[in-house]
């Protein structure tokens, strides 16, 4: 395969590009030619939790541990703990809404069932059920340990937490993002 940056050289605009990068790391070029950015991120304690059960069943990954040596290793920077500018649990809310919402921030109009459509092929049932978004075909993955896909839905960080991992985690997390006002639907 060629270079992704000859791939999206030959496209025409608006091209769409979706990153894991930092938002620090991104060439300088994306910042003087003014281009938009859909940051998503989720409640930092269901991404741990994400995480861990990732690390569980994707091959190549270190093994994590326990839960909470894992959790200790998060918080040590072991971990991903992202900039939020973006709230997963909006789209989880109402789907439907922050699909426009997309469509308005990038200068674009779809007809209503182009919205449905787009609505109902990424619920995240229709994604679950979808090899080439649930990863079940790929080899580096055991899903009989977990799925990569496990439960969609916001706060299952509670279930997974104790009562003093939990105010731990808060106070560290107060720790590191005391210089942002982001906040989010515990």
């Known amino acids: 395969f060629p270079p992704a940056t000859e791939i999206l050289n030959k496209l025409d605009p608006p091209r769409v590009i979706k990153t894991h990068l930092q938002a620090d790391v991104l060439p300088k070029s994306f910042w003087e030619k003014n281009c938009k ?28 541990g326990t839960w909470d040596e894992y959790l200790n290793a998060y918080m040590e920077g072991n971990g991903t703990l992202e900039n939020m500018l973006r709230h997963f649990g909006d789209f989880s809310n109402d789907p439907k809404r922050e699909i426009r919402k997309v469509m308005k921030f990038m200068n674009q109009e779809l007809p209503e ?24 075909t790929f080899p580096f993955m055991d899903h009989s340990i977990s799925p990569f896909m496990r439960k969609g839905i916001c706060g299952d960080w ?6 003093a991992q ?7 997390y107060q720790k590191e993002m005391s210089d942002t006002d982001l906040t989010f639907r515990m």
Do not use: C, L, W
């Not at 950015?37 to 270190?62: C, E, L, Q, T």
């Not at 509670?158 to 009562?163: A, Y």
């Open 37 to 64: 950015m859909i940051y998503v991120a989720r409640n930092a304690k269901d991404v741990a939790v994400s995480y861990y059960h990732f690390y569980r069943m994707a091959y190549g990954h270190p093994e994590p």
């Open 113 to 136: 069932e182009i919205v449905e459509k787009i609505h109902k092929n990424t619920s995240f049932q229709a994604m679950k059920d979808n090899p080439m978004a649930n990863y079940s």
């Open 158 to 163: 509670k279930n997974q937490f104790t009562v």
């Open 166 to 172: 939990n105010e731990r985690f808060d106070e560290y």
